[in-house]
Protein backbone atom coordinates (compact mmCIF):
# COMPACT_ATOMS: atom_id res chain seq x y z
CA UNK A 1 0.00 0.00 0.00
CA UNK A 2 1.83 3.32 -1.14
CA UNK A 3 0.89 6.87 -2.00
CA UNK A 4 0.39 7.00 -6.26
CA UNK A 5 2.46 9.66 -7.94
CA UNK A 6 -0.70 11.39 -9.02
CA UNK A 7 -1.62 11.69 -5.41
CA UNK A 8 -0.48 15.45 -5.52
CA UNK A 9 -2.87 16.06 -8.43
CA UNK A 10 -6.01 14.31 -6.70
CA UNK A 11 -5.37 16.35 -3.21
CA UNK A 12 -4.51 19.58 -5.14
CA UNK A 13 -8.32 19.21 -6.92
CA UNK A 14 -9.92 17.99 -4.03
CA UNK A 15 -8.38 20.51 -1.53
CA UNK A 16 -9.58 23.76 -3.98
CA UNK A 17 -13.06 22.70 -3.68
CA UNK A 18 -12.62 22.21 0.14
CA UNK A 19 -12.86 18.05 0.34
CA UNK A 20 -9.76 16.36 1.99
CA UNK A 21 -8.41 13.38 0.06
CA UNK A 22 -5.44 11.15 -0.56
CA UNK A 23 -4.70 8.30 -3.29
CA UNK A 24 -3.15 4.45 -2.37
CA UNK A 25 -2.57 2.05 -4.92
CA UNK A 26 -2.91 -1.57 -3.60
CA UNK A 27 -1.47 -5.11 -4.46
CA UNK A 28 -3.29 -7.82 -2.75
CA UNK A 29 -6.67 -7.65 -1.71
CA UNK A 30 -5.52 -7.64 2.52
CA UNK A 31 -4.11 -4.15 1.30
CA UNK A 32 -7.38 -3.09 0.27
CA UNK A 33 -8.93 -4.33 3.20
CA UNK A 34 -6.65 -2.46 5.13
CA UNK A 35 -7.48 0.89 3.59
CA UNK A 36 -11.47 0.33 3.73
CA UNK A 37 -9.64 0.35 8.01
CA UNK A 38 -8.21 4.46 6.90
CA UNK A 39 -12.54 5.36 6.75
CA UNK A 40 -13.35 2.87 9.71
CA UNK A 41 -14.79 0.46 7.50
CA UNK A 42 -13.11 -3.68 8.55
CA UNK A 43 -14.41 -5.36 5.02
CA UNK A 44 -12.65 -8.74 4.05
CA UNK A 45 -11.55 -9.04 0.58
CA UNK A 46 -10.87 -11.55 -1.89
CA UNK A 47 -9.37 -11.73 -5.09
CA UNK A 48 -11.28 -13.79 -7.34
CA UNK A 49 -9.41 -13.89 -10.74
CA UNK A 50 -5.68 -15.01 -10.40
CA UNK A 51 -2.55 -13.39 -11.07
CA UNK A 52 -1.08 -9.70 -10.02
CA UNK A 53 -3.25 -7.42 -8.69
CA UNK A 54 -3.11 -4.02 -9.55
CA UNK A 55 -5.47 -1.55 -8.02
CA UNK A 56 -6.21 2.88 -6.13
CA UNK A 57 -8.09 3.78 -4.11
CA UNK A 58 -8.92 7.57 -3.65
CA UNK A 59 -10.61 8.82 -0.19
CA UNK A 60 -12.32 12.02 0.06
CA UNK A 61 -13.97 13.64 2.90
CA UNK A 62 -16.78 15.93 2.49
CA UNK A 63 -18.26 16.60 5.96
CA UNK A 64 -19.99 13.73 7.20
CA UNK A 65 -19.90 12.19 3.77
CA UNK A 66 -16.81 9.30 2.60
CA UNK A 67 -16.46 9.07 -1.51
CA UNK A 68 -14.20 6.47 -2.40
CA UNK A 69 -12.73 5.61 -6.16
CA UNK A 70 -11.48 1.92 -6.22
CA UNK A 71 -10.22 1.05 -9.67
CA UNK A 72 -8.81 -2.35 -9.50
CA UNK A 73 -7.37 -4.79 -12.24
CA UNK A 74 -9.13 -8.04 -11.37
CA UNK A 75 -12.18 -9.17 -9.63
CA UNK A 76 -12.50 -8.56 -6.41
CA UNK A 77 -15.14 -9.31 -3.50
CA UNK A 78 -15.93 -7.60 -0.20
CA UNK A 79 -17.65 -8.78 2.72
CA UNK A 80 -18.26 -6.01 6.05
CA UNK A 81 -19.62 -4.68 8.27
CA UNK A 82 -21.62 -1.37 7.80
CA UNK A 83 -21.77 -0.61 11.03
CA UNK A 84 -24.52 1.83 12.85
CA UNK A 85 -26.49 4.95 10.86
CA UNK A 86 -24.78 4.27 7.89
CA UNK A 87 -25.91 3.74 4.72
CA UNK A 88 -23.73 3.16 1.69
CA UNK A 89 -24.64 3.25 -2.34
CA UNK A 90 -22.07 2.84 -5.60
CA UNK A 91 -21.82 3.37 -8.66
CA UNK A 92 -20.17 1.66 -11.75
CA UNK A 93 -18.57 4.19 -13.53
CA UNK A 94 -16.16 2.52 -16.09
CA UNK A 95 -18.97 0.90 -18.19
CA UNK A 96 -16.86 -2.62 -17.18
CA UNK A 97 -20.17 -4.15 -14.63
CA UNK A 98 -20.38 -7.78 -16.25
CA UNK A 99 -18.97 -9.26 -13.00
CA UNK A 100 -20.48 -6.29 -10.65
CA UNK A 101 -22.97 -7.87 -7.81
CA UNK A 102 -23.96 -6.34 -5.10
CA UNK A 103 -25.63 -9.19 -2.52
CA UNK A 104 -25.08 -11.54 -5.54
CA UNK A 105 -27.43 -9.44 -7.35
CA UNK A 106 -25.75 -8.55 -10.78
CA UNK A 107 -25.41 -4.89 -11.33
CA UNK A 108 -25.51 -2.73 -14.79
CA UNK A 109 -23.27 -0.52 -16.13
CA UNK A 110 -23.54 2.90 -14.73
CA UNK A 111 -26.18 2.27 -12.04
CA UNK A 112 -26.19 3.08 -8.45
CA UNK A 113 -26.76 0.45 -5.96
CA UNK A 114 -27.20 -0.04 -2.21
CA UNK A 115 -29.58 2.30 -0.74
CA UNK A 116 -31.90 -0.32 0.97
CA UNK A 117 -31.82 0.54 5.28
CA UNK A 118 -31.25 -1.17 7.63
CA UNK A 119 -28.96 -3.75 6.33
CA UNK A 120 -26.50 -4.66 8.58
CA UNK A 121 -23.37 -5.82 6.60
CA UNK A 122 -22.15 -4.55 3.11
CA UNK A 123 -21.63 -7.65 0.03
CA UNK A 124 -20.94 -7.01 -3.06
CA UNK A 125 -18.41 -7.68 -5.97
CA UNK A 126 -15.83 -5.80 -8.48
CA UNK A 127 -15.31 -6.67 -12.32
CA UNK A 128 -11.78 -6.54 -13.52
CA UNK A 129 -10.54 -3.26 -14.97
CA UNK A 130 -13.24 -1.33 -13.30
CA UNK A 131 -13.99 1.73 -11.60
CA UNK A 132 -16.57 2.31 -8.71
CA UNK A 133 -17.81 4.95 -6.65
CA UNK A 134 -18.58 4.16 -2.88
CA UNK A 135 -20.16 6.55 -1.11
CA UNK A 136 -20.55 6.04 3.06
CA UNK A 137 -23.04 8.39 5.15
CA UNK A 138 -25.23 8.76 8.00
CA UNK A 139 -28.67 7.34 7.34
CA UNK A 140 -30.40 9.65 9.64
CA UNK A 141 -28.94 12.66 7.40
CA UNK A 142 -29.66 11.02 4.24
CA UNK A 143 -33.04 10.58 5.47
CA UNK A 144 -33.10 13.94 6.83
CA UNK A 145 -32.26 15.32 3.59
CA UNK A 146 -34.18 13.51 1.05
CA UNK A 147 -37.20 14.20 3.61
CA UNK A 148 -36.27 18.02 2.96
CA UNK A 149 -36.08 17.28 -0.66
CA UNK A 150 -39.51 16.38 -1.11
CA UNK A 151 -40.77 13.40 -3.23
CA UNK A 152 -41.51 15.34 -6.17
CA UNK A 153 -38.30 17.22 -6.35
CA UNK A 154 -35.35 17.32 -7.53
CA UNK A 155 -34.61 13.55 -6.14
CA UNK A 156 -37.70 12.15 -7.02
CA UNK A 157 -35.52 9.07 -8.82
CA UNK A 158 -33.72 8.87 -5.53
CA UNK A 159 -36.92 8.47 -3.44
CA UNK A 160 -37.36 5.70 -6.03
CA UNK A 161 -34.40 4.00 -6.07
CA UNK A 162 -34.92 4.42 -1.60
CA UNK A 163 -38.34 3.04 -1.56
CA UNK A 164 -38.01 0.04 -4.27
CA UNK A 165 -34.48 -0.44 -3.41
CA UNK A 166 -33.77 -1.88 -6.71
CA UNK A 167 -30.82 -0.10 -8.43
CA UNK A 168 -31.02 3.44 -10.62
CA UNK A 169 -29.72 3.45 -13.82
CA UNK A 170 -27.58 6.43 -14.94
CA UNK A 171 -26.38 7.42 -18.29
CA UNK A 172 -22.54 7.14 -18.83
CA UNK A 173 -22.33 11.07 -19.41
CA UNK A 174 -23.66 11.70 -16.05
CA UNK A 175 -20.71 9.71 -14.43
CA UNK A 176 -17.54 11.23 -16.74
Known sequence: ???TPGMMNVDQRWSQQGVSGSSYSFHSASELSQLFC??????DALQLTPGRL?????IAQLGAVTLLKITTTHRILLNGDRGP?????CIEASGQAKDHKVFCVPMSAYSVHGFKQGLLESHFELSADSTTYLTITSSRRFNDYLEHSGPGGRLSGVHRAVDST???????????
Open 166 to 176: VGWRVTASMVR
Open 1 to 3: MEA
Open 54 to 58: KGEMS
Open 85 to 89: DCISF
Open 38 to 43: LVGKRF
